[in-house]
């Protein structure tokens, strides 16, 4: 039987959240640990952590001496409003997920040149540097050209952005207004743009996924979360931050495409009307799960009885 540590990431102290969790996971995985911001209770495997939940992949990094363990054969992050489909166990994880013991998951892949609508993450990509004052972080990265052959061994490009995948463009003259006072340069670089149709580079190879959910192997784990620290303290956004640590330190990645059950998100409200007919009863979803569905996220424990 493989080892693996289930590790529940929590952007906020919700702390009601510990023991519901702990309930729906216990029969299904024997390791279970949390990642909890600023967390001062006197549970053993709560896990205090210190970071901003927008580079919550810095929670990894810092939580990495608590929950490592020479036993364990992986260690799946999930966040703690994402609700893992009940057919999955520490036994069959692997067989779900096909992975063998150097093999990882996570969700997707998103090469920033190829999202159509705007994403802020594409902007944080873009005006993110590892040269940040006060952090000695540029050495702990591998060079740009290691870095790219990285990329090229799961298949990944990285291209100049458009003007409109790093820049929102405002849709009335209110947010045109609001635009410039926030950002001077915008009217600027718009007319730049118009003129030439200009490119821009990214400073270092970057790729984004949903982060909610991935699945780390144990030769992997100690270069992705000293990645993921380095990302945290430069500031660089967690869905794009967390898969670029990961194909930095991967030797092999399976996403969702290579996978029978498919994750779902169902953060607009028009795709939150399908969990209407459990009625708010966590008892129910799990009874009913759908078969289909890897995951459903988000799942707000203080909205469900």
């Known amino acids: 039987m493989n080892k693996v540590a289930l590790i529940i990431i929590y952007n906020h102290q919700y702390n009601d959240n510990i023991d519901i969790l702990e309930k ?39 939580g990495l001496k608590s929950y490592f363990k020479q036993e364990y054969t992986h260690y799946f992050f999930v966040a703690d409003d994402l609700l893992l489909n009940p057919i999955i166990n520490e036994n069959n994880y692997s067989e779900h997920l096909k992975l063998d013991t150097s093999t990882c998951f996570l969700p997707d892949f998103l090469s920033l040149h190829e999202k159509e609508e705007w994403w802020p993450s594409v902007g944080d990509a873009f005006y993110w540097r590892v040269t940040v004052p006060g952090i000695e ?12 052959q990285k990329f090229k061994q799961f298949g990944l490009t990285i291209k100049p952005l458009r003007f409109d995948q790093i820049w929102e463009t405002p849709s ?7 635009t410039i006072l926030r950002d001077k340069s915008y009217i600027f670089r718009y007319l730049i743009n118009k003129i ?8 270092y190879p970057i790729v984004g996924s949903y982060s909610d959910i991935c699945v780390i192997s144990a ?21 794009v931050a967390l898969p670029t640590s990961l194909v930095l330190s991967a030797k092999a ?15 607009k409200k028009d795709k939150s009307h399908e969990l209407d007919k459990y009625k708010n009863s966590l008892t129910k ?18 909205k469900w009885n």
């Not at 995985?29 to 992949?57: M, W």
């Not at 972080?137 to 790219?148: G, R, S, T």
């Not at 996403?255 to 953060?267: F, N, P, V």
Request: proline share 3%; net charge neutral; hydrophobic share 35%.
């Open 219 to 239: 030769d992997t784990i100690k270069q992705f979360c000293q990645y993921c620290g380095v990302f945290a303290a430069t500031n660089l956004f967690v869905e």
């Open 285 to 302: 979803l799990l009874k009913e799960f759908p078969d289909r569905y890897l995951y459903l996220h988000p799942i707000k424990l203080s």
């Open 24 to 62: 729906l996971y216990k029969d299904r995985f024997s390791n279970i640990y949390h990642l909890v911001p600023f967390y001062t209770g006197d549970k053993t495997n709560v896990i205090a952590v210190y970071e901003c939940s927008y580079y919550f992949q810095g929670y990894i990094s810092q």
């Open 253 to 267: 990645i399976v996403t969702e495409s290579d996978l029978k059950l498919q994750g779902k998100a169902i953060w």
């Open 196 to 203: 030439t149709n200009k490119r821009y580079s990214l400073s």
């Open 137 to 148: 972080a540029k050495d702990q990265l591998p060079d740009y050209e290691i870095a790219m």
């Open 172 to 178: 009335s003259i209110k947010e045109i207004i609001k």
